[in-house]
């Protein structure tokens, strides 16, 4: 075996962060609130934080553990634009465009706020997440979008990888002007802890097996007991389509994972002329991510997703052995310099996607919100979609944030881009691409160049 992948420690659950040593008490025998938050992601987090300030008697109802999903696994981009490509938005939703822009903007603000608000310490660096060029076509499309973000009033930096700051491997890109990246561990335990200070009722190890809406209230079952409210928020995202009562697919799952490098030595990072440390994220049909970390380390991922279907339990899973060496191989190709660093852990989630590729929220009957499908961009939407959630229960009317995500329906079309044949093609366009597109010879070149300044 290839000394770099012998010691890839294969997890379950997240390589940022341990799971908590003490879990909250599961749900017994019947309790009663004002309104139950189902789901303890930053999203259900967020809601059951911002119901419970607002004088609200919350109870929050999480089946293994707060930040279990997909918010401690993520790869730590507090993105500030929509998830999803603009062009296709622009065309497919022109209406809602603006409006996804300007929440995707604020959600970023949001979740700067939330971290300031509760003093979580989660490295958090704002620099901005850049839309990385790895060839002059990528480099067009990042204009092409970048134009389209401008015309609806949000601007980006755009330039060469030198003028933002970004390895030399890439041509150039444009750097989000809010957001940035974290751990996302850290963020989800000091949301936890958040709650757990909170008045918020936290029940963790209680998975809700049905919802119904009955005499005016809602009835969530879990093993050994009831929640009864009068308003319920479902926030499990991707996890979403175990109930009858949660419209036909609302969220298509997809599995995606993350690899981590073992520490690099940091005058090796040093060389690669990453001054601004930004998260970057390529434009591939299905993005590579790459972002470095407080340890030293590089975290990078996606470039594949697996299609979930619609079945259900979404059960967790290992990274597989050959999905980790693929991705590892494109990181050693991008990155010549480090082809060296061995690959310390990989981890994956669940993420969730919409068939309109926007992020989701709505109302079934007049008592329970649901949220879904931020299309790999709810690290910061999700917590501040829920906030907004919140908001409208509590003053009875949609601000023009909520609104803008705003759509009641009894089924959604369904997905059928995240099905595995599709998923299969659109991964080899992305790999014939890489041939010809120029960007593995640019990565090789600049290189040579690294290495001849640091010989
Ligand atoms: C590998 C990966 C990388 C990603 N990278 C990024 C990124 O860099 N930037 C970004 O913005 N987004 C990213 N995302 C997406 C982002 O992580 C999610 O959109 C966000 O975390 C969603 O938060 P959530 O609270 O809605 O859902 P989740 O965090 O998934 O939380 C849902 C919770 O509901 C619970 N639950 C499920 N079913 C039940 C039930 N029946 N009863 C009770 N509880 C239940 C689950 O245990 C879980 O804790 C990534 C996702 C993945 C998987």
Sequence with gaps: MNPKYRNVEYTTFSGWIDPPAQLAAPVQGTVECDVAVVGGGVGGMATALRLSERGIDVVLIEAEFCGYGASSRNGGQIASAPGGDLRMLKVLSPKKLPG??????????????????????????????????VSPIQMLRVKTLAAILRSLGVDGRLGTAKQIGIPEAFVGGMRE?????????????????????????????????????????????????????NQAVLSTNSYSGEWDIIPAHLSTPAWIIEVETAPIDP?????????????LVTQHQIMENYRLTADNTMVFGVRRLEAGGQTYPLLPRNPDPGMVRELAEGFYRRFPTLSDVPIARSWGGWISFSSSWTTVAGRI????????????????????????????????????????????????????????LPLRAVWLFDRISDIFNGGWRRA????????????
């Design 100 to 133: 996804m822009v300007r929440f995707a903007d604020n959600a970023a603000t949001f979740v700067e706020g939330l971290i300031k608000q509760h003093g979580i310490d989660c490295d958090y660096e704002p620099n901005g997440m850049v839309w990385a060029a």
């Design 177 to 229: 002007r809010r957001g940035g990246m974290l751990n996302p561990g850290k963020l989800s335990r000091g949301i936890r802890q958040a709650v757990l200070d909170s008045p918020v009722r936290l029940f963790e190890q209680s998975k809700v097996i049905d919802v119904q809406r009955r005499g005016g209230k809602v009835v969530m079952a879990t093993a050994a007991g009831e929640v009864i409210a």
């Design 267 to 279: 005058e090796r990072i040093a060389a690669l002329g990453w001054t601004s440390r930004s998260g």
């Design 365 to 420: 009957g007049d008592n329970v919100y649901y949220s879904a499908s931020c299309n790999g961009h709810g690290l910061a939407q999700a917590p501040y979609l829920g906030a907004l959630i919140a908001d409208a229960i509590v003053d009875g009317t949609r601000s023009k944030d909520l609104e803008s995500v705003w759509e009641i329906k009894a089924s959604y079309l369904p997905s059928p881009a995240i099905r595995p």
């Design 444 to 455: 090789r070149r600049a290189a040579n160049r690294i290495a001849r300044r640091t010989q």
